[in-house]
């Protein structure tokens, strides 16, 4: 069935360093790939998207390119702030079936960026 | 607009106990789903509903259970709460009923506990 792989966490950084939180997919059929943030105490939001092979969704300054020949959307941000620490998860939604409209998520990875 | 909004923010109940939680979609939207997020894991599909109608259920139990009204506001209702029913509960809009490539639109989530 539609399942999502997310990098284990937690990842530390210092401000300004460089960010790459790996996720990897497996779906049938045609699905839509998102990343959302989590705050301490809050839901979910949505950082970004992509709907079909190599968009890239960015926002923020974060970025991750929907890759079908490696089932993968890495989620990347070039210079990390310390308010950009919270826990994100990749997703997907699903395109067929039952699992139509479904989201699925991993596991969360959570980022802390010391100053 | 308006966001989706979640009631109560917070809750305790006893196991065996039933609860009520409730989430108003945003604005325009037609569909609802809910997800259970236990702590330190991704949040898990419960069920959808499209114009009063569940069109999507994921892997649980039939205790749990949902309403939708025309005003696209909705219930998730847990009879004979267990412990491990302890989970930040979290509803999404859309509107798009069940597939299409929208994002789904989460509320701030109710945080359950069962003691």
């Known amino acids: 069935g539609d399942s999502v792989t997310q990098m284990e966490g937690p990842v530390t950084l210092s401000e300004e360093a460089f960010l790459t939180i790996n996720c990897t997919y497996t779906?049938?059929?045609?699905?839509?790939l998102f990343w959302y943030v989590q705050y301490p105490g809050e839901g979910l939001q949505l950082l970004l998207k992509?709907?079909?092979?190599?968009d890239k969704g960015s926002n923020k300054g974060f970025e991750a390119t929907y890759r079908k020949e490696t089932t993968s959307f890495h989620l990347e941000k070039g210079s990390v702030q310390v308010s950009d620490s919270a826990v994100y998860f990749c997703?997907?939604?699903?395109?067929?079936?039952?699992?139509?409209?479904?989201?699925?998520f991993g596991r969360g990875t959570q980022l802390t960026v010391w100053p | 607009e308006t966001g989706v909004t979640q009631s109560p923010t917070h809750l305790i109940k006893t196991r065996g106990q039933q609860v009520t939680l409730r989430c108003s979609s945003q604005?325009?939207?037609?569909?609802v789903s809910w997800y259970q997020q236990a702590l330190g894991q991704g949040p898990q599909f419960i069920f959808q509903y499209y114009r009063e109608e569940e069109n999507g259920r994921g892997n649980f139990p039939p205790r749990f259970s949902g309403l939708q009204f025309p005003n696209y506001s909705s219930e998730l209702n847990v009879n004979a709460l267990e412990l491990d029913d302890s989970a930040l509960y979290l509803c999404?809009?859309?509107?798009?009923?069940?597939?299409?490539?929208?994002?789904?639109?989460f509320g701030n989530g109710t945080r359950l506990t069962v003691t």
């Open positions: 999404a809009s859309s509107n798009v009923p069940g597939g299409g490539q929208s994002p789904l639109h």
């Open positions: 604005s325009g939207h037609n569909t």
């Open positions: 992509a709907t079909k092979a190599d």
């Open positions: 997703a997907l939604k699903g395109s067929r079936g039952s699992t139509l409209g479904r989201l699925y």
């Open positions: 779906a049938t059929g045609y699905p839509s």
